[in-house]
């Protein structure tokens, strides 16, 4: 009877402080809504189907109901899949048959191990950004292990290392040439469901498939952090890359 009574009377606490932090929630998701922390612009977005954070999906605003019960699940419910997303890099990408409209695409990654990393693809880092895609990426040795009809759905990052077409935002040079050093020498598999940069306000119609530049004349140099270009000039690639 105590341990019910302690139970339901703990349950009672939380559910109180998850309605009393609503107001703080509320304000800060309005003063963060365009976020803060903005990377540093390395590229040109001229010619890029820019991404539309601003699209406004269809549905109502969030109830009071709602942010309670985000309140109180973020309290109590484990989220421990997602703490492991700890890497952010930013990334040129293509839709298949389609290389007029690039997009840049703001990925978050988690490492299941050395060989092997999962990411979630965003239109932009603000704390408001709509998941737009996902993208897997693996080293050499499982790509090499591959049958041919797979590899064809996979891209290398050796040309989009080499010419700036990753960047690791804010992280300090020394330690993003170390993380290029991993890169140059994966393939990504990446797919859109969201294309807010035509102004879908849904994830409509069929997955795409994306792939990224792979050679020179692909896309306009001047999406290319060049300045990255020179710091990557001594990095090793695969055997059969070619600029």
């Not at 990426?137 to 050796?158: C, M, N, V």
């Amino acid at each position: 009877m105590g341990s019910t009574y302690k139970s339901s009377n703990m349950n009672t606490w939380l559910l109180l402080a998850g309605v009393a932090a609503i107001p703080a929630y509320y304000l800060y998701s309005r003063k963060h809504n365009r976020g803060f922390a903005k990377e540093n612009e390395t590229t040109s977005t001229a010619t890029l189907n820019n991404n539309n954070p601003d699209v406004t999906a269809p549905g109502s605003t969030k109830s009071m109901k709602t942010l309670a019960g985000e309140a109180t699940s973020s309290t109590i419910q484990s989220f421990d899949p997602t703490k492991g997303f700890n890497t952010s890099l930013t990334e040129i990408l293509i839709p298949v048959g389609d290389e007029k409209k690039p997009i840049k695409g703001y990925r978050y990654i988690r490492y299941l191990n050395d060989d092997l990393a999962q990411s979630v693809i965003y239109d932009s880092d603000d704390k408001n950004a709509k998941l737009i895609g996902i993208e897997f990426h693996i080293t050499d040795k499982l790509y090499d292990g591959l049958p041919s009809d797979e590899k064809r759905l996979w891209h290398s990052h050796a040309y989009e290392v080499k010419n700036g077409g990753i960047v690791a935002p804010r992280l300090p040079e020394a330690a993003e040439k170390e993380f290029m050093k991993q890169m140059a020498f994966t393939y990504g598999k990446a797919w859109s469901f969201w294309d807010t940069g035509k102004g879908d306000t849904l994830p409509v119609g069929l997955p795409k498939l994306l792939t990224s530049a792979t050679r020179d004349g692909q896309l306009d140099s001047s999406l290319f952090a060049k300045d990255k270009i020179k710091s990557r000039s001594d990095l090793a690639y695969p055997k059969d890359f070619k600029a």
